[in-house]
């Protein structure tokens, strides 16, 4: 049999070790997109906004690469700038949330008793809210646009990071290493910030990163329900909701671009977070 | 032909550079034989130990060959391995508690290969079971069947691991260091078990262990192992009377004993540095009535510590032996103010620190008076932190030296430790255990403590680098002038060190007095159940022979 000369040609551990290829693809991903988003004004084809009524739901050709939707603006110029949003809100929201998740998380699994109780019951509360309808809810009480969903989420994804950092603490806290450091006279608070914190902080990194992708979803949701980002500024999800009619008379391109850049991100994200927390459990195993 | 006939047994692993864990291993264990290999950490004892089972790791390479009863382990079908492994050997391993399924009971454990595999009715394999429960000694085996493995202590549950590894009746039993996570009077029960099943069934008995002592007290021939060879082979007593192997010199050597007549290092241990003992002057550690209650939920306060006195003289050192759950770690945490006492009082140079320090200055005040090193290198320093910023942290916590004398500092703590420049900078996953253990005395002597508690501080340690580290902490201690409270299970450790030891049982001192005295003469019967329990090399029929 020839079909696997190469594999059985190559010993396992000569192959390199971040050989995953899906891991280096779904990074290649997320760089490419941070890249058009981030040079969108210099790269894009066209002005995202450029209505040209002669030329509407056009099949990709070599002027328009990804076609045209229904008021002839160019699909590809739209992606990138509406890569902008679409990957601005998440980060917002993956920084805020990792931030203050990590602060209430430490809370409660360094110091435990009545301040972790409270903290813990809190979390679940904000877990039996749907992240969407929190958003749903802050978008109704401070209006439509950007803000108001990021802050809904942020506090919606709190709890997530916040258990994981709590839960870390608390197994960390037990350790006797951190018992050699209450001996040696270090402050509490010294070693729960300046020590615990920075071990648990590569799990804690592989948590964000995966939400990044379920926040990404989740934004892209809001705005396809029309309470994100407002027209005509682009972005993916107002894309999908704008190409509903292109659909229905069958011209499916307009929606199923952005549809897809929204799957691959998310998968990507879910990759390379998965990817970061072996590592780092590999790692951490003696 | 022998039972088991190991001939030049080689393993690589297709690790980067090659990786050769063993290197030509011969040696053969007959019907009715004990025989023991002993090493230390990574020389290959247990790889040894498991190639007889045709346990292999993933992706090795062997040569040469393992007869088993004429089957040769490393090349049969995994179906004939897995029919040896059912009639012919069996393994006990080190942590009986993690070889059992702790969701299932101990008379699931003991009759699912019988009634699975050899198609018995539930009520004969229970009667097996009850059988072999009785003959590993327990005490009530009736009901232990019905228990889950959390019910039984470590000793209790390594019977019936042997139950479980005697139910095939197998020709050769492999032990994998089968006492070494118990205690000393356990450690007794157990090898008396062993050595009656083995003498009952005439079974061929292969016996691992990194205990000179133990295996000599146990087998009829040693194999001495080190980095993948086999270094030295004999009768027991020979080997541990009369060494060729340079190695086995220096393992015999490092080897903690009690002789049965007073040696020279307890002599010497008591001539040097001894202030004169009773009260004459002020205590540096005193310890007046300290107890200590752990509330159990449902259940009676265990009483941890239980009215301890004690009082050490400066530049004095003191053993508090026990066995696990005598409360000596318990009161070593008392001593350093992890925990505070429920009643009594600790005293460190005459002040009290029972209760809470009010202030950072009063808490670095405790810290610079007694500090501690912990049982297990591994653990005990931070992964993260490389062990030259370590030490540093704890010198800018209780120093005023900054920068480059804070960083000379650092250097000559760890020379004085017998690290280097180039250990500074590494982190503890890259060190060995001696090394770590040595990071963690020099972080501890950073603080210039008065009085150091060392708790257990040598256990996980290689016997020959335990022997490096006491003769460190000995020579320190002299140096210093610091006190010592030595934390141990083990007799014969402390007596390298302490000229003093009280022994606790449940809690309480039992029995304190000079080491030395307290070995000869032991007043408590539990002082001389600990003594006895040691064990000893035998004469075996070698030896007789000779």
């Known amino acids: 049999m020839t079909t696997f000369p190469l594999t059985r040609a190559v010993p396992r551990h000569f192959r390199p070790r971040s050989g995953n290829p899906l891991f280096t693809a779904a990074i290649i991903l997320a760089m490419v997109m941070v890249i058009a988003a981030a040079a969108a004004t210099l790269i894009a084809p066209y002005d995202p906004d450029f209505v040209d009524l002669g030329n509407v739901l056009s099949a990709p050709s070599p002027a328009h690469w990804l076609g045209t939707d229904a008021v002839g603006r160019d699909t590809l110029s739209r992606m990138m700038f509406g890569a902008r949003t679409a990957l601005l809100g998440p980060l917002l929201v993956v920084l805020l949330s990792t931030a203050l998740g990590i602060g209430f998380g430490l809370l409660a699994g360094w110091f435990g008793g009545w301040i972790d109780a409270v903290l813990c019951r809190v979390f679940d509360l904000l877990f039996a809210f749907p992240a969407l309808l929190l958003a749903i809810l802050a978008v109704a009480i401070f209006g439509k646009g950007l803000t108001a969903p990021v802050a809904a989420m942020t506090i919606a994804y709190i709890p997530y990071v916040a258990r994981l950092v709590r839960s870390l603490v608390v197994s960390e806290r037990g350790r006797p290493y951190v018992t050699a450091y209450r001996v040696q006279g270090f402050a509490g608070c010294w070693i729960a910030v300046k020590r615990v914190l920075p071990n648990v902080m590569p799990t804690v990194g592989a948590q964000s990163t995966l939400n990044f992708g379920y926040v990404l979803a989740d934004l892209a949701s809001l705005s396809f329900l029309g309470l994100g980002v407002q027209p005509p500024a682009a972005d993916w999800g107002a894309m999908i909701n704008d190409s509903r009619g292109a659909l229905m008379s069958g011209q499916s391109l307009p929606a199923l671009v952005p549809a897809i850049a929204v799957v691959l991100v998310v998968i990507a994200m879910n990759i390379i977070g998965e990817n970061l927390s072996d590592r780092i459990g590999g790692r951490r195993q003696p | 032909?022998?039972?088991?006939?190991?001939?030049?047994?080689?393993?690589?692993?297709?690790?980067?550079?090659?990786?050769?864990?063993?290197?030509?291993?011969?040696?053969?264990?007959?019907?009715?034989?004990?025989?023991?290999?002993?090493?230390?950490?990574?020389?290959?004892?247990?790889?040894?130990?498991?190639?007889?089972?045709?346990?292999?790791?993933?992706?090795?390479?062997?040569?040469?060959?393992?007869?088993?009863?004429?089957?040769?382990?490393?090349?049969?079908?995994?179906?004939?391995?897995?029919?040896?492994?059912?009639?012919?050997?069996?393994?006990?391993?080190?942590?009986?508690?993690?070889?059992?399924?702790?969701?299932?009971?101990?008379?699931?454990?003991?009759?699912?290969s019988l009634r699975l595999c050899e198609g018995w009715s539930k009520a004969d394999a229970d009667e097996r079971a009850l059988e072999l429960l009785r003959s590993v000694g327990l005490p009530r085996p009736e009901s232990h069947l019905s228990q889950y493995p959390h019910e039984l202590s470590g000793g209790m549950l390594q019977r019936v691991m042997i139950a479980g590894a005697l139910t095939a009746a197998p020709a050769l039993l492999v032990c994998d260091e089968p006492t070494a996570a118990l205690d000393v009077t356990t450690q007794a029960e157990i090898i008396n078990v062993l050595r009656k099943q083995q003498e009952t069934r005439g079974m061929g008995m292969l016996f691992i262990t990194h205990d000179l002592n133990l295996a000599a007290a146990l087998c009829d021939r040693v194999y001495v192992i080190h980095s993948g060879r086999i270094v030295e082979y004999g009768s027991a007593l020979s080997i541990f009377t009369s060494p060729r192997a340079d190695y086995t010199k220096r393992l015999v050597a490092a080897t903690p004993t009690i002789p049965s007549?007073?040696?020279?290092?307890?002599?010497?241990?008591?001539?040097?540095?001894?202030?004169?003992?009773?009260?004459?002057?002020?205590?540096?550690?005193?310890?007046?009535?300290?107890?200590?209650?752990?509330?159990?939920?449902?259940?009676?306060?265990?009483?941890?510590?239980?009215?301890?006195?004690?009082?050490?003289?400066?530049?004095?050192?003191?053993?508090?032996?026990?066995?696990?759950?005598?409360?000596?770690?318990?009161?070593?945490?008392?001593?350093?103010?992890?925990?505070?006492?429920?009643?009594?009082?600790?005293?460190?140079?005459?002040?009290?620190?029972?209760?809470?320090?009010?202030?950072?200055?009063?808490r670095l005040k405790r810290a610079r008076a007694v500090q501690i090193v912990f049982q297990d290198p591994y653990l005990s320093l931070d992964p993260r932190i490389p062990a030259g910023a370590a030490i540093e942290d704890a010198l800018r916590l209780h120093s005023t030296l900054r920068g480059v004398e804070a960083r000379a500092r650092v250097l000559t703590l760890l020379d004085r430790v017998g690290l280097t420049e180039k250990h500074s900078q590494s982190k503890p996953r890259t060190l060995s255990g001696g090394q770590r253990q040595r990071v963690a005395i020099a972080r501890a002597l950073a603080a210039a403590p008065g009085v150091l508690v060392l708790d257990e501080s040598t256990s996980a340690l290689d016997v020959s680098v335990q022997a490096q580290v006491l003769d460190l902490i000995d020579e320190i201690r002299r140096e210093r002038g610091l006190t010592l409270v030595f934390v141990s299970h083990d007799l014969a450790v402390v007596r390298r060190v302490c000229e003093t030891t009280a022994v606790m049982k449940q809690g309480a001192v039992v029995e304190s007095g000079a080491t030395a005295g307290l070995l000869e003469h032991p007043g408590h019967p539990y002082t001389q159940l600990l003594i006895d329990s040691i064990p000893k090399p035998r004469r075996s029929l070698h030896a007789i022979s000779q």
């Open chain 2, 1 to 112: 032909m022998s039972l088991l006939e190991i001939s030049g047994l080689t393993l690589d692993l297709p690790s980067e550079p090659s990786c050769r864990l063993l290197d030509g291993i011969s040696l053969n264990v007959g019907a009715g034989e004990t025989v023991g290999i002993v090493g230390e950490s990574g020389s290959g004892k247990s790889l040894t130990a498991r190639t007889v089972l045709g346990l292999l790791p993933g992706g090795a390479r062997t040569s040469g060959s393992v007869l088993l009863d004429g089957t040769d382990m490393l090349r049969c079908p995994p179906s004939v391995a897995l029919d040896r492994r059912r009639d012919t050997v069996s393994m006990i391993f080190q942590d009986p508690r993690s070889g059992m399924n702790p969701v299932r009971r101990i008379g699931d454990f003991l009759t699912e």
């Open chain 2, 261 to 362: 007549v007073s040696g020279r290092r307890s002599s010497a241990a008591a001539s040097h540095g001894r202030a004169p003992s009773a009260g004459s002057a002020e205590p540096a550690l005193e310890a007046r009535g300290v107890s200590k209650c752990y509330a159990i939920r449902g259940g009676a306060d265990i009483r941890a510590v239980d009215d301890v006195s004690f009082r050490v003289p400066p530049g004095g050192a003191l053993a508090l032996v026990g066995e696990s759950g005598s409360g000596k770690s318990t009161l070593a945490r008392m001593l350093v103010g992890l925990e505070r006492p429920d009643s009594g009082d600790i005293l460190v140079d005459g002040v009290s620190r029972s209760t809470r320090p009010r202030s950072r200055a009063e």
